[in-house]
């Protein structure tokens, strides 16, 4: 098997990482190899056999051209600054361009222990790898900005938490493994040489036509900040809480990445939080816009050496850019729910019905993710998949009546508003209790659940007949969902 590697940040980055070394498994076993993702890639893998995809994507064969290393970097977890984190638990094998020109990093993550690793021992349980292959799939086919799955392979190993599980590896694909941490660590350590080639770099990468602006990492500051507003805007709006948004789990590229013990919220709670070690809901669902915006800030802060250098006085604009957030964020939060609740072409000013409605939705306890679907259900003149979520028929009444009101402004047939609310509402998305029962049974060696799964959140908008079960919200009187990291 032959990845065409072209190594950018190896060969142009020497001491922002360290080379590494995957521990070999013993007994490598392919689980799942997204075979989409490959061809959108361009990898030359027709007639390699599933022994030598598990090889490779499990670290016990190196690839031709592969340059394995680990990335320095470091962060603040849950608000405390720790300097030395790095890639404890992953390898990048190297980076590949695809047909259409687009530049991909191909990690192994679980692959063993590397000069990051501290006490951890490098390794990932089958679990955590098939919830992050199938929550990132489900992310990409709602077109959230997000790292992708390209396989996960069983190791035949055990790795030992809190008990002993089989271990596995996934091949991770990300636009870049850059995050806010890796700035922060050459900041920490190095300083303004540092962080200004890791801010060229990073431009060339991703925003080529900041190059010519001038202050380039003032241009990185607003790109990146833009990119962040938008991701956390298409997290909220699918119901996601990421879990541990720290600085070292935010990509430069606004993608989504690291998923640990992220969770989709069923019946609505701004509060919502799943993950155990958040004791203190920091990163609760709508805690989320307030934490990018500290993450920027943090974000800010380490690019001043860059800033400063250009242009002494671009510092006050890089504070100003910070300052700016709540109201960017804000912008397309309002844009992005008027599209939910096809208010798209109406009402000027809806402001308040878009506030009240998060309140109405807490109060009345309504599955978040059904609820818009309900909506455009209505549009068609049909209310049953409403009353079905409202614990009474009228529970919503004056809300509703409101909105209502407002689909006549804008000169949209209904059924045309309908089809496009429909069109960003997922019917179909990683149910928490789905989840759990998909990951129990994969780890006791049955796959079929999981890749079920997977095929049902892989099509998220569109209605299948008898995939009712899919859609609705965990039993009521379900325990409180919690998640773990145990990564
Ligand atoms: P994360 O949970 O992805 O935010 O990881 C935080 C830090 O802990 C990163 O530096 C990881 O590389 C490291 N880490 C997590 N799990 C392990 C592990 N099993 N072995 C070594 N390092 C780990
Ligand atoms: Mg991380």
């Not at 349980?125 to 086919?141: D, Y």
């Not at 500051?221 to 070292?248: A, K, P, S, Y």
């Not at 209502?404 to 509402?425: F, H, K």
């Not at 049974?441 to 908008?461: F, K």
Request: charged share 20%; net charge negative; glycine share 8%.
């Amino acid at each position: 098997m032959a990845f065409a590697f072209d190594n950018s940040f190896h060969a142009d980055m020497e001491g922002f990482y360290a080379p590494a070394e995957a521990a070999k498994p013993s007994a490598p076993r392919l689980l799942a190899f997204n075979q989409a993702l490959a061809d959108r890639l361009g990898l030359a893998i027709a007639g390699v056999g599933d022994d030598e995809l598990a090889s490779i994507l499990s670290g016990r064969e190196l690839p031709a051209g592969a340059n394995p290393l680990a990335f320095a970097y470091a962060g603040h977890q849950f608000g405390h600054f720790s300097s030395q984190l790095g890639d404890g638990r992953a390898l990048l094998l190297g980076e590949i361009v695809a047909p259409d020109g687009a530049r991909f990093d191909v990690q192994l993550k679980g692959s063993g222990p590397t000069a990051f690793s501290r006490n951890g021992d490098g390794k990932a349980a089958i679990g955590p790898v098939l919830r992050e292959f199938l929550v990132s799939e489900a992310m990409a086919a709602m077109g959230v900005p997000t790292t992708r799955a390209l396989a996960a392979v069983a190791t035949g190993d055990r790795v030992q938490r809190e008990r002993a599980h089989p271990g596995a590896v996934l091949t991770r694909v990300a636009s870049s493994h850059i995050r806010v941490g890796t700035f922060q660590f050459f900041a920490a350590h190095f300083g303004a040489d540092h962080v200004v080639q890791l801010s060229d770099y990073s431009i060339r990468r991703h925003f080529p036509d900041l190059i010519e602006t001038a202050n380039p990492s003032l241009a990185l500051l607003d790109r990146v900040i833009g990119l962040q507003c938008e991701l956390i805007t298409r997290w909220l709006g699918v119901g996601f809480v990421h879990g541990v948004m720290n600085t070292d789990n935010v990509a430069i590229s606004g993608e989504t990445i690291d998923y640990g013990p992220c969770a989709f919220i069923d019946r609505f709670s701004v509060n919502a939080v799943f993950s155990s070690i958040d004791a203190n809901g920091r990163y609760a669902y709508g805690r989320q816009p307030q934490i990018l915006h500290w993450n920027m800030a943090r974000f800010a802060e380490a690019l001043l050496p860059a800033i400063h250098r250009t242009a002494p006085a671009d510092v006050d604009a890089a504070k100003a850019l910070v300052d700016a957030i709540p109201g960017r964020f804000r912008a397309l939060w309002q844009a992005q729910v008027r599209q939910k609740i096809g208010l798209v072409g109406a009402a000027a000013n809806a402001d308040e019905l878009i506030d009240s409605l998060f309140d109405e939705l807490e109060k009345h306890a309504v599955d978040f993710t059904s609820f818009f679907r309900a909506l455009a259900m209505l549009l068609r003149g049909e209310g049953e998949m409403l009353e079905r979520l409202l614990p009474t028929p009228d529970a919503m009444a004056p809300w509703i009546a409101a909105w209502w009101g407002m689909m006549a402004d804008g000169g949209i047939a209904p059924l045309d508003r309908a089809d496009a609310m429909d069109a960003v509402n997922p019917i179909y998305i990683p149910r928490n209790h789905m989840v759990e029962a998909a990951l129990d049974a994969a780890e006791a060696g049955d796959l079929g659940p999981w890749t079920e799964l997977l095929d049902v959140v892989r099509h998220p908008y569109v209605v299948r007949p008898g995939l009712e079960r899919f859609a609705e919200p965990a039993p009521s009187g379900a325990e409180p969902y919690k998640t773990f990291c145990g990564t």
